[in-house]
């Protein structure tokens, strides 16, 4: 039996131009696309983002991952969304799975990857990297993640923000991610460092809603959807 070939595509932080060269072809060369969304009634990010590049006679399979982090939840979607992966691939037909950012950073590809090898051992899967969000923000703002031999700490952010806390101390540059609504507190935590004037919040980067803030003081009482979306990039006290 020839089973058909899974290509992860890590489409990038959001503008449709920003996914590379060989994730566009691929995609353009595959006609069947998975596509992740949060919800049966929400519209799927990754496909509005990587529309232009679709084989215009690509079947587009929609799997959801709901926004919780309740994990035997997540397992049993996990484990349901391989299946549904399995089943067109044991056709011997290829397959593409879009995910934001980069594919292996922070990404439900990651669990969708250990699932599928779990039901299909012998499966080929091409995995093909995407510009993380933090690399768009860095460039829309003019900000050096790593100068020097400073180090830099990649924190996504939990209700505990003791990881946050322990971060910002190290002196170096701090890329914090998945905000969403604990932006408020993060704030909190910025300001009680002295930290806050060597911050700077990115949300929606290469989308027409793009935001960019130097001042997080201007964020204090701000809704939560702002922290959706979003990155702080904080600047280490001892760097220049």
């Known amino acids: 039996m020839t089973i058909g070939t899974l290509y992860g595509i890590g489409i990038g932080p959001g503008d449709p131009d920003l996914m ?3 994730g566009a072809a691929v995609l353009a060369a595959t006609g069947h696309v998975f596509v992740p ?36 939840e997540l397992d049993s979607r996990w484990i349901e969304a ?6 067109v691939l044991q056709t011997g037909i290829d397959a593409c799975f879009l995910t934001l950012g980069d594919a292996f950073l922070y990404s439900t590809y990651i669990y969708l990857v250990r699932a599928l090898r779990r039901l299909i051992p012998e ?60 932006l408020g507190r993060v704030i909190e935590v910025l300001e009680s460092a002295g930290a806050l004037d060597r911050s700077v919040l990115l949300a929606h980067v290469g989308m027409d809603n ?21 990155i702080i990039l904080v600047r280490g006290s001892l760097t220049n």
């Open 20 to 22: 590379t060269i060989k």
């Open 37 to 72: 969304k949060a919800g049966d009634k929400a519209d799927s990010l990754a496909l509005t983002i990587a529309r232009k590049h679709l084989n215009p006679k690509a079947r587009i399979q929609e799997i959801v991952f709901p926004m919780t982090t309740d994990r035997a």
């Open 82 to 87: 391989a299946k549904v992966v399995a089943e």
């Open 123 to 182: 499966v080929k899967i091409v995995t093909v990297p995407g510009i993380t969000a933090f690399s768009a923000a860095a460039a829309a703002a003019e900000f050096p993640v790593g100068e020097a031999k400073a180090p830099v700490t990649i924190v996504p952010t939990a209700d505990d923000l003791t990881a946050v806390k322990d971060a910002v101390a190290t002196g170096g540059t701090v890329v914090l991610m998945k905000i969403g609504k604990r």
């Open 210 to 230: 793009e935001l960019i803030e130097t001042d997080l003081s201007r964020l204090k009482g701000a809704a939560a959807e702002v922290g959706y979306m979003s």
